[in-house]
């Protein structure tokens, strides 16, 4: 296969690329120099900066190999967004802030966080204002690398949210975004009868963003192997530590952390109704579903049981009934409903909900800081990857969801 001629952008980034591994080579000799010179070993801060200068260069050479190779030909904006977050990570690393030719990406005033905007149009106008001032200092065309759709999208794939139908918005400015409502009810009125709210009243939903932040670690090893990957490694670091913290809230019975603080879970403050006995019958786990249907609330053909893997293996081997030879929970269901299952519901529950009265959404530009120059990144050879953003969940009908619970026998 003939070698494909490169763009200008990319020959432009690769030597910049072999300028910045001449420099920490130089800066590596000079190093190593003094140690001889004054007849002694490394000191810690040596040791730091010899770290990172190897990091810095196996990830360059790597990325300087990728674009060269004769099968290079990816397309240029994945091209660009994979470098541009790889070198922004890699200073930002070193301790090095966001370069200038990225300062549009500066988090206000410090120039040792990344923004990540919360939505491809505020992402075009971040690029829009840079591009005169940029273009004057690089040749690179001013890019987001990274935008908090990249983080939010893939979290219905590492969580029940798919399953469960529970919602999550992004981009959000002010007030909750609801293309579709659940459970507003039309009514007949006598003549001059004034009309009021029916069971939900929007307006008076209103958001309280709480500011969130997640640390996820990352082996300089994988960093190093990552071959100019180290952008999705992020993502899916962040994404995974982002699915975790709403699954926790979301799905705890007791309120997680500080009211205020943290969001309040959907089953926090639902009715719970005490099992007769040590382990729930078919009887009691068909009552709770229709309790709440009976409510009113709409929708109902799309909630789902929810449990932890213990009381569904309890489900699943107690008998429905005394002669049938069938169980409460046969092939993932009970009473032709799905049950899923999560880690941070209570043992001594089962619970019911319909999800759609349920969201989650993050508020605003969200930040993204790197630390992997500390003492204790330095002696775990790890890299944190530190996200802060603000984002709440929001229970629009608590009548939507119950539980039964038991006494542990």
């Not at 801060?45 to 004769?70: D, F, G, H, V």
């Not at 003549?191 to 969130?212: A, F, G, H, M």
Request: with cysteine; glycine share 8%; proline share 4%.
């Amino acid at each position: 296969m003939p070698k494909k001629a490169m763009s200008a952008e990319s020959r432009a980034q690769v030597r910049q690329m072999r300028g910045q591994l001449a420099k920490n080579k130089t800066a590596m000799k000079e190093i190593a120099d003094k140690m001889k010179a004054e007849k002694r070993g490394y000191s810690d801060e040596e040791k730091t900066k010899m770290e990172q200068y190897r990091t810095e260069n196996q990830q360059l050479s790597a990325s300087i190999e990728a674009m060269e190779s004769p099968e290079y030909d990816a397309p240029a904006e994945v091209v660009s967004r994979n470098l541009a977050t790889a070198e922004i990570l890699f200073s930002l690393r070193n301790k090095a802030g966001v370069p200038d030719k990225y300062a549009y990406l500066r988090a206000g005033n410090n120039p040792f966080e990344m923004i990540i905007p919360n939505s491809e149009m505020e992402a075009d106008e971040i690029m829009k204002r840079a591009a005169g001032d940029v273009q004057s200092l690089s040749t690179v065309t001013p890019l987001v690398p990274i935008t908090i759709k990249d983080i939010v999208e893939p979290l219905s794939h590492l969580l029940i949210y798919d399953k469960v139908g529970l919602r999550i918005q992004h981009g959000i400015e002010g007030q909750w975004n609801f293309p579709v409502v659940s459970g507003i009810e039309a009514t007949f009125l006598g003549e001059n009868v004034q009309v009021t709210d029916t069971k939900i009243e929007l307006s008076k939903i209103t958001p309280t963003p709480k500011r969130y932040s997640v640390s996820v670690p990352v082996s300089n090893l994988a960093i190093i192997q990552s071959n100019g990957g180290i952008r999705n490694i992020v993502i899916n670091g962040i994404t995974l530590a982002v699915a975790n913290l709403i699954n926790k809230v979301t799905f705890s019975t007791t309120q997680v952390g500080t009211a205020g603080v943290f969001p309040t879970g959907c089953f926090v403050g639902c009715v719970n109704t005490p099992a007769a006995n040590t382990a729930f019958t078919y009887k009691e786990v068909v009552a709770l579903k229709y309790t709440i249907i009976g409510r009113g609330v709409q929708g109902w053909q799309y909630g789902c049981y929810v449990c932890t893997p213990k009381t569904y293996a309890e489900l699943a081997t107690t008998p429905k009934d005394a002669g049938s030879g069938r169980f409460i929970l046969e092939n993932g269901m009970i009473d032709g409903t799905p049950v899923f299952m999560t880690v941070d519901f209570d043992d001594t529950k089962l619970g019911f909900g319909i999800f759609s009265y349920n969201v989650a959404g993050f508020f605003g530009q969200q930040t993204l800081g790197v630390d992997g120059t500390s003492h204790e990144a330095f002696s775990k050879s790890l890299t944190w990857f530190m996200l802060n953003g603000y984002m709440d969940l929001a229970c629009l009908r608590t009548e939507a969801f119950g539980t039964i619970s038991k006494t542990n026998g």
